[in-house]
Nanobody, 128 residues
């Protein structure tokens, strides 16, 4: 059974940094697309970044690429989201998702429907 779990969220002051971790298990695929999304109550889930584990190609939401960086550790089947210079508006629940056995993140950053498995999320709260 495929399992996705996020960690690393917490409370931070504006201008601070956090590194989120996405751990995956229960699959043997080497070529996958991993994505980070976030959501605040009452709004749609918003794409942040995605990365393909085959060649490390990345995609970012234009508004976030200057402060956020996605990476992977394929030996651990994990992905990371480094978030710098955090702002109050970054406060949200952050989710990781995986699309298994794909040659690339074909949809680029994609939408939530492009991913088959999701974690439960990790809360990030930024105080100003």
């Amino acid at each position: 059974q495929v399992h996705v779990a996020e960690s690393g969220g917490g409370s931070v002051q504006a201008g601070g940094s956090l590194r989120l971790t996405c751990a995956t298990s229960g699959h043997s695929y080497d070529l996958n697309c991993l994505g980070w999304f976030r959501q605040v109550p009452g709004k749609e889930r918003e794409g942040i970044a995605s990365i393909h584990t085959g060649g490390g190609k990345t995609y970012y939401a234009t508004s976030m690429q200057s402060r956020f960086a996605i990476s992977t550790d394929n030996t651990k089947k994990a992905a990371y989201l480094q978030m710098n210079n955090l702002k109050a508006e970054d406060t949200a629940m952050y989710y990781c998702a995986i699309s298994l056995g794909v040659k690339d993140c074909l949809a680029g950053l994609g939408t939530p429907d492009d991913y088959g498995y999701w974690g439960q999320g990790t809360q990030v709260t930024v105080s100003s």
